[in-house]
């Protein structure tokens, strides 16, 4: 079964670090790429960010640029989310999903096709 | 590229006939993805590139468009059905996501 295992909830104070995990089994890891989005309550997705296990090129979205860092460990099949200095405005849910598609005549159609259950984070002093 | 849906959220019996549109601020081809959300869950693709259903997803699913309009129909809603649905647009490589349609009973 091809699934994406997350790491525990956490629980943290502002200003402290946390990295989270995301790691995947069933297919090869490396073939295909890790989305990361984070979600608040009642809203929509908002996509963070892009990894590719393979060469750990990375695409983040201006929103979340300099905030987090992404970064894959390919020979256990596991992808992080790290923060260095936590803010309160960083509690969400957090989740990652493998990115698939398909090559169709008007250009390649990418989604994702597998999420994990999510990682929920929680800043508070 | 911002999506928005309509309705923000909408009330049905099962076996109604359903429909959710889902809107961009340009044009994004048929670049456009459904997702359910069930309460406390993980989101689940539905429909892929506006119109192609997602293996294992029912067929009642469906979904048309292309452009900036688009919609997601559930022929005959069931009771597993009532969840939030979501549509996102990958034609841009920053993806976005609408706010959502929550469908209750």
């Known amino acids: 079964e091809v699934q994406l295992v997350q790491s525990g909830a956490e629980v943290k104070k502002p200003g402290e670090s946390l990295k989270i995990s995301c790691k995947g089994s069933?297919?090869?890891?490396?073939?295909?790429?890790i989305v990361w989005v984070r979600q608040t309550p009642g809203k929509g997705p908002e996509w963070m960010g892009i990894?590719?296990?393979?060469?750990?090129?990375?695409r983040y979205s201006p929103s979340f640029q300099g905030q987090v860092t992404m970064s894959v460990d390919k020979s256990i099949s596991t992808a992080y989310l790290h923060w260095s200095s936590l803010k309160a405005s960083d509690t969400a849910m957090y989740y990652c999903?493998?990115?698939?598609?398909?090559?169709?005549?008007?250009?390649?159609?990418?989604?994702?096709?597998?999420w994990g259950k999510g990682t929920t984070v929680t800043v508070s002093s | 590229i911002q999506m928005t849906q309509s309705p923000p959220s909408l009330s049905a019996s099962v076996g109604d006939r359903v429909t959710i549109t889902c809107r961009a601020s340009?044009?994004?081809?048929?670049?456009l993805n459904w997702y359910q959300q069930r309460p406390g869950k993980a989101p689940k693709l539905l429909i892929y590139?506006?119109?192609s259903l997602q293996s294992g997803v029912p067929s009642r699913f469906s979904g048309s468009g292309s452009g900036t309009d688009f919609t997601l129909t559930i022929s005959s809603l069931q009771p597993d059905d009532f969840a939030t649905y979501y549509c996102?647009?990958?034609?841009?490589?920053?993806?976005?996501f609408g706010p959502g349609t929550k469908v209750e009973i």
């Open positions: 999903g493998r990115q698939d598609g398909i090559v169709a005549l008007t250009g390649s159609h990418y989604y994702m096709d597998v």
């Open positions: 069933g297919y090869s890891f490396a073939n295909n790429w």
């Open positions: 990894i590719n296990p393979s060469d750990s090129d990375t």
């Open positions: 340009q044009s994004i081809d048929n670049y």
């Open positions: 590139a506006a119109s």
């Open positions: 996102q647009q990958s034609y841009s490589s920053l993806w976005t």
